[in-house]
């Protein structure tokens, strides 16, 4: 262990360097002295000092050099050096060779009996580089492949025992990686790689000549960097989940259903896992949930101004119902969570019925459905109005009995929550028409349509201003504003954001207020270009405006409007209904201009040009890079 006076010129490099200050060091030195740990690890534990921080001042004092591994190429030849599981097990990385000496990157070159070890595998000089352990988690997935040393162990063995050796027992922590079968801590990296990078799906995709996993982030898809073997050991791995998630692993001509309830670290998640077959074998998708995600409010979900006082006043009424429409994957559950986290009051009774429950709220009586025994939406529907709710929230309107017996709870004095499938917020009348639901039932209990879509959000560290083409810009500026003084952004690329240009997702909505005039127009059955032109008139925003609002306010990019919204958002063949004397919604007439089919390629935004670089679907919108949430 080093003295003292070392300790002191470490924490004087590291308030010299801004990442400590004086007072902090003076707190660390005792704990230091009382627990024997290096001053470094003190100050880590405490979370007086970041790790990067930590390893740049330590590599100052020891004239050890330090490297971020972030964006850097490392050659094949060099890699090849050393495999993967010997890579796992002293935890480094190979930079590149100089001579006969191996430079490699450690968390703690100060490990000599590690150092020796190695050099003893290697039978090569060794020169340890500082980096994170981060960075070398991630270089190891990039260059080896989520799991590499695990496929590697399973090939070293014999064939027949890859998939005799499964554990049939469900892994409670996934982070201990207790288990001996190459299989569970194998199924264990992956799900662990997709919670680390905020993934909200795991695909893994049978095709005719290898497997292929993908997480998706923030929307989209990217291929998760794994070992080209892993196609030989596809049927145990599908095996594997499918016994984690309690399916029928004899079963593999009929799609199937499971859940898996896993803890990483402190934390617990649902996994809901589909199957279904294909011609290569069985295709399966585990979305994850989060049961200790924290609740996001209206406003982080992007509701602002006008559109956050009118929701409010909506999800406030005594009665009636509110519906949320858009297609899968666009926050409608998240939107409704947040409505009924800030109405859950001491005086109101809510009772959710659900499919799945993907958040508990305190204080909420929460109905998870289960069809194969007869609890369906409309039963449920049913039974809790014995139970005297005051606000219900039903997960989704599917089926006409589930519509009618939503429309009828909602005139009985009851506030009602739902969602529906539609394209745009006026779509949802016509789509309860459909249903055979009465129009004056309709008009009679809707209090508000909501419409919404995810955008993705610019990573705030690397955003950069620039000046888009005028075409592309009159697309998005559909109210003519004048650009003069606006600063419109672009993605770049950074650690920060795995080089994406994106952190994160926000919603663009389009709400429509509930007029007299617009119930007349739907006890006649009037279309949804009518019931639009009538929202517009009252001043409802389409989604594209408000996406407009977004890109002028940094959140978001032209691109990524362009593609959650359509083109026709102002719609202009149907006349406005009753009472439309408010001056027209300006339209613009731009030319008909083909979607971009490429985002910015890697190299035009400086991405690391490295193996296994994340790819989205479809192929022709590949975001820069490497792979937040609502």
Same mark, same amino acid.
């Given at each position: ?17 801004? $990442?400590? @200050? ?27 000092? @970041? ?49 006969? #000496? ?23 000089? /060794? ?8 960075? &070398? ?17 399973? &090939? ?45 799906? &795991? ?45 029928? &692993? ?16 402190? =934390? ?6 589909? @199957? +279904? ?14 049961? #200790? ?27 009636? /119902?509110?519906?949320? #429409? ?20 001491? *005086? ?18 929460? +109905? ?20 005297? !709710? ?39 009348? #016509? ?28 990573? !705030? ?12 810009? $009159? ?9 003069? *003084? ?68 940094? /959140? ?10 359509? =083109? ?24 008909? /201009? ?37």
């Amino acid at each position: 262990m080093m003295n003292l006076s070392q300790h002191r010129r470490l924490g004087e490099l590291l308030v010299e360097a801004g $990442a400590i @200050t004086p007072e902090t060091l003076d707190e660390a030195i005792p704990e230091h002295e009382r627990t024997g740990e290096r001053l470094g690890e003190v100050l880590l534990k405490l979370g007086h000092v @970041t790790e990067e921080d930590l390893k740049r001042s330590l590599a100052r004092q020891l004239g050890i050099a330090f490297e971020s591994l972030i964006g850097i190429k490392i050659q094949d030849d060099v890699i090849a050096l050393m495999q993967a599981r010997s890579v796992e097990h002293f935890n480094v990385v190979p930079l590149r060779l100089v001579g006969d #000496t191996l430079h490699v990157a450690m968390s703690d070159p100060l490990d000599v009996r590690k150092l020796d070890e190695l050099r003893l595998h290697l039978t090569r000089d /060794i020169e340890p580089v500082f980096a994170t352990d981060k960075d &070398i988690r991630e270089a190891t997935k990039i260059y080896y492949g989520i799991g590499g040393g695990t496929m590697e162990g399973m &090939i070293a063995k014999d064939d027949s025992a890859d998939v005799v050796e499964l554990d049939l027992d469900l892994v409670d922590d996934i982070s201990e990686g207790a288990q001996d079968a190459s299989i569970v801590r194998f199924v264990n990296q992956i799900i662990m790689a997709a919670i680390e990078d905020r993934a909200t799906d &795991i695909h893994i995709e049978p095709l005719e000549d290898h497997l292929r996993i993908r997480y998706r982030i923030d929307g989209l898809l990217y291929e998760a960097a794994v070992p080209a073997s892993i196609r030989s050991f596809q049927s145990a791995i599908i095996s594997r989940i499918k016994i984690m998630a309690e399916m029928n &692993i004899a079963e593999r001509r009929l799609p199937q259903d499971g859940k898996i309830v896993i803890r990483k670290g402190n =934390e617990d998640y649902d996994l809901r896992v589909s @199957t +279904i077959p294909t011609p290569y074998g069985e295709s399966v998708v585990m979305r994850i949930l989060s049961r #200790t995600s924290e609740f996001v409010t209206l406003e982080r979900l992007g509701f602002a101004g006008a559109h956050l006082e009118m929701l409010r006043n909506m999800i406030t009424r005594p009665h009636g /119902i509110v519906f949320v #429409t858009g297609p899968t994957g666009s926050g409608k559950s998240t939107t409704l969570y947040a409505a009924l986290n800030e109405i859950n009051r001491l *005086d109101q009774k809510i009772i959710t019925i659900e499919d799945p429950i993907e958040y508990r709220i305190d204080g909420v009586s929460q +109905i998870q459905v289960n069809p194969p025994i007869g609890l369906s939406f409309a039963h449920c529907l049913r039974t809790i109005l014995r139970q005297d !709710p005051d606000v219900i929230m039903v997960g989704e309107t599917r089926d006409t009995e589930t519509a009618q017996i939503t429309i009828r709870t909602a005139l009985t004095g009851h506030l009602v929550f739902s969602t529906l499938h539609t394209n745009d917020a006026c779509s949802a009348v #016509t789509r309860l028409l459909d249903m055979g639901i009465e129009p004056f039932l309709i008009s009679s209990s809707i209090e508000g349509l909501l419409a919404q879509r995810l955008v993705r959000v610019l990573c !705030p560290d690397c955003k950069v201003a620039y000046k888009p083409e005028p075409s592309r810009l $009159a697309r998005v500026n559909v109210t003519n504003d004048s650009t003069a *003084d606006i600063e419109i952004y672009k993605t770049r690329g950074c650690e920060r954001c795995r080089y994406t240009g994106f952190r994160g997702r926000t919603a663009i909505y389009e709400l429509v207020r509930i007029t007299d005039d617009f119930r007349r127009l739907v006890v006649d059955k009037s279309s949804a270009n009518i019931l639009k032109n009538c929202a517009l008139a009252d001043g409802m925003k389409p989604l594209r405006h408000d996406g407009w609002d977004k890109v002028k306010a940094g /959140i978001t990019t032209i691109d990524e409007v362009l593609r959650v919204t359509l =083109e026709d958002e102002m719609m202009t063949g149907d006349a406005p209904g009753p009472g439309a004397d408010a001056p027209p919604q300006p339209v613009i007439q731009v030319p008909d /201009i083909e979607l971009p089919q490429a985002i910015p390629s890697p190299e035009a935004s400086q991405a690391p040009d490295a193996p296994g670089r994340p790819v989205s679907e479809p192929e022709s919108r590949k975001p820069p890079g490497g792979p937040a949430a609502l």
